[in-house]
């Protein structure tokens, strides 16, 4: 091996596994969510590679369970341990978005535009969700108002009903792409990499551009 060899070998492009980048997505976007007043879009084919690597995990501690090779079972730690992990980051993540649509029920799934951000099954439960609250008013209160009072979505008075989230919460967000100007408070082009603090009215389009996330 002579010195351009040892030179090719030390340039080549690391490949990161994709598990390590699925890893950091889910990170990433559990932490964005968390932040964000909004609920972001569904991440459909991120998700899809964690809960199908979640399901082999799950299917490789059953089929390893009862082993008594001690290496087996040393292997079968560390297995639990990262799939505990993953599971966690899930939990976590989810856990963040139904937050939301508990609070803004109505709101989510009468807005097309956010109604398109969610999954099925988060579209489902939100549907059930709302069903379960609009029961329970109607049996506790809600039935013993007049007809025309008894609307959760009722905007009499110039007083909409429907809780939103507040446009104006502020938000710490890192730069990703060059070119990110006129945002409030801010003269000129944002620095890539810069982390700054925005209200979300000004930066949130940005970020559902993919020019800025949230931190």
Excluded at 3 to 23: E, F, N
Excluded at 45 to 73: C, F, W, Y
Excluded at 189 to 195: A, D, L, P, Q, Y
Aim: glycine share 6%; with cysteine; aromatic share 8%.
């Amino acid at each position: 091996m002579d010195i351009d060899d040892i030179l090719d070998s030390v340039s080549a492009p690391i490949q990161i596994p994709q598990q390590t980048l699925d890893h950091h997505a889910l990170v990433r976007l559990w932490v964005a969510e968390r932040s964000a007043p909004e609920i972001l879009p569904w991440d459909e084919s991120l998700m899809d590679r964690v809960m199908e690597r979640i399901r082999k995990q799950v299917e490789h501690v059953e089929a390893e369970t009862g082993n008594e090779d001690p290496k087996a079972n040393f292997r079968l730690i560390i297995v639990q341990t990262d799939l505990e992990r993953w599971k966690w980051l899930v939990r976590c993540y989810l856990r963040a978005r139904l937050a939301k649509i508990d609070r803004f029920a109505i709101f989510v799934l009468s807005e097309t535009q956010i109604r398109a951000r969610l999954s099925p099954a988060e579209i489902g439960y939100a549907q059930a969700h709302q069903q379960l609250l609009e029961e329970h008013y109607q049996a506790s209160f809600l039935r013993s108002f007049p007809e025309r009072l008894r609307g959760l979505e009722d905007t009499a008075g110039g007083i909409n009903m429907v809780d939103k989230w507040d446009a104006d919460d502020v938000v710490w967000v890192r730069i990703l792409n060059d070119g990110v100007d006129g945002v409030e408070g801010f003269t000129g082009e944002m620095e890539k990499g810069g982390i700054y603090v925005c209200r979300w009215s000004s930066i949130g389009g940005r970020v559902f551009a993919g020019d800025v996330e949230v931190i």
